[in-house]
């Protein structure tokens, strides 16, 4: 259990808050055009995150378990088929998949500490921090290191169990990098172009999205799960060990607005540099890599700056990661009686393999393509864009339509007032239907029926 009710909101902001926020969401914005992404981001954040991220609190609070066997106890409590708990298997594959590319990025972060503390930004310009990054994506054997190192770093956290350290780092180094972002936006505002990018975040343009509608929008949803941490068990298992008497719903605000926050203010970090430096925005993954070294090693003090900004960060997508890894444990101890020890070394293992893919593909194997993506794309593609909203989609019509009324009032704590009645309009309807429309859009199943 979680010491306090500030304790579950450290972890699970801890959780939220990580490479998404800062790595991915820039970059993904920058792909499709700005503006009209964020507002469909933002959206997809109020009417479909916010309302499953209660649900998944709501079912791991009321299961108590780890998330296969919480979706198999309240099936069988509500009468429900136990095929329910592949929802939870398929959590498991996807917290896998996500991890062992999210090490390679974390990887990343570990080697621009070192990069930004030797003074290698100093005076960096846009062809040089170019060349930083893909002089660092195309050797193997660094990424390799880093990633190890990440992996273990991982283990070594989930092995002791979840609590205790993880709060109280959270709790002082969050706060810190919300300071550094926030320093940054001033740098952006005095030395960037921050009217242009203000403009570009915030003045939606739907031609953006030039004929790629469908997938910009499967791209913003998916943004907000991956951002989130929805759809795959991670808030659930957080859920089940919160105590009863604190509100899911202000948690639930407080967790969504802190992350949607960070990632706002990473996109208005960024994109000033962005456009006074003509890059650009569409440069995909390496975009934070590309960009945030011109401003460290343009302002005073920027090498000690710069490595303490990949320092907090590499601190955001530890905690982060821990809470992908954790589903599986916890499975591991429930069901097979493994020792936390045990279970953390074998997981930890299987993702540092598949995370070998990830790295090679930046490299060695760029020519291998699985549906024209290489592994690390794949697996983003994938887990983002597909996986977690179907796990959102099978979450909120299990706490929908699968639990009783009674039951989720009850768990939720609130009466059937206008707050639940809103939840359960937005997780019974609103959620399920605009979910499934994007992901079968995805498919290709609306364009066969003659719909898309
Ligand atoms: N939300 C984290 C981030 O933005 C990543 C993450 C952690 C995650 N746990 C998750 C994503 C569970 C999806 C599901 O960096």
Redesign the pocket.
């Known amino acids: 259990m979680w010491s306090t009710r500030l304790a579950f909101i450290l972890a699970a902001s801890g959780?939220?808050?990580?490479?998404?926020?800062i790595w991915r969401f820039p970059y993904t914005a920058g792909e499709y055009g700005g503006g009209a992404f964020v507002l469909v981001y933002i959206l997809c954040v109020v009417l479909i995150g916010v309302p499953i991220m209660m649900a998944e609190i709501m079912l791991g609070r009321r299961g108590r378990r780890s998330p296969i066997n919480t979706m198999r106890a309240l099936a069988s409590a509500e009468g429900r088929a136990p095929a329910w708990q592949l929802l939870g298997w398929m959590g498991i594959v996807a917290?896998f998949l996500?991890l062992s590319f999210?090490s390679v990025i974390a990887g990343w972060t570990m080697g621009y500490i070192f990069r930004a503390a030797s003074g290698l930004f100093t005076e960096i310009d846009a062809t040089g921090a170019g060349e930083m990054f893909s002089g660092l994506i195309g050797d193997a054997e660094r990424l390799l290191a880093w990633h190890t190192i990440f992996m273990v770093m991982v283990v070594l956290v989930v092995a002791r169990g979840v609590a205790g350290g993880l709060e109280k780092a959270v709790r002082i180094l969050m706060p810190a990098l919300f300071v550094l972002l926030v320093v940054m936006v001033g740098y952006g505002m005095q030395a960037g172009d921050f009217d242009t990018a203000v403009a570009y975040l915030f003045e939606p343009d739907f031609a953006e999205f030039q004929g790629k509608a469908g997938e910009a929008i499967l791209s913003a949803m998916g943004q907000a799960?991956?951002?989130?941490?929805?759809?795959?068990g991670?808030i659930m298992i957080y859920g089940s060990y919160l105590k009863r008497d604190s509100s899911i719903a202000q948690n639930t605000m407080i967790i969504a607005g802190l992350d949607t926050l960070v990632a706002l203010l990473a996109g208005l970090a960024i994109f000033p540099i962005v456009f006074a430096h003509g890059l650009a925005p569409d440069s995909g993954p390496g975009l934070i890599f590309q960009t945030l070294p011109i401003a460290f090693g343009d302002m005073p003090g920027g090498s000690f700056f710069g490595a303490l900004f990949f320092v907090l960060l590499l601190f955001a997508a530890w905690t982060?990661a821990i809470?992908?890894l954790e589903p599986l444990v916890a499975w591991l101890v429930e069901n097979l009686s493994f020792s936390r020890v045990r279970a953390s070394v074998l997981g930890g293992l299987t993702v540092w393999l598949l995370g070998i893919a990830c790295l090679l593909s930046l490299n060695a194997w760029s020519e291998v393509k699985i549906f024209g993506k290489g592994f690390l794309d794949l697996f983003d593609f994938l887990t983002a864009n597909i996986l977690?909203p179907l796990g959102g989609v099978l979450i909120a019509i299990f706490a929908g339509w699968m639990l009783s009324r009674a039951s989720s009032s009850d768990e939720l704590q609130m009466d059937d007032g206008p707050a639940y009645r809103l939840w359960r309009l937005l997780i019974r309807y609103v959620a399920p239907i605009a979910v499934g429309i994007v992901l079968l859009n995805a498919v290709g199943v609306l364009g066969w029926i003659g719909l898309g």
């Open positions: 959780s939220a808050v990580g490479l998404g926020n917290g996500i999210y799960f991956f951002s989130l941490s929805l759809g795959m991670a982060s809470s992908l977690l």
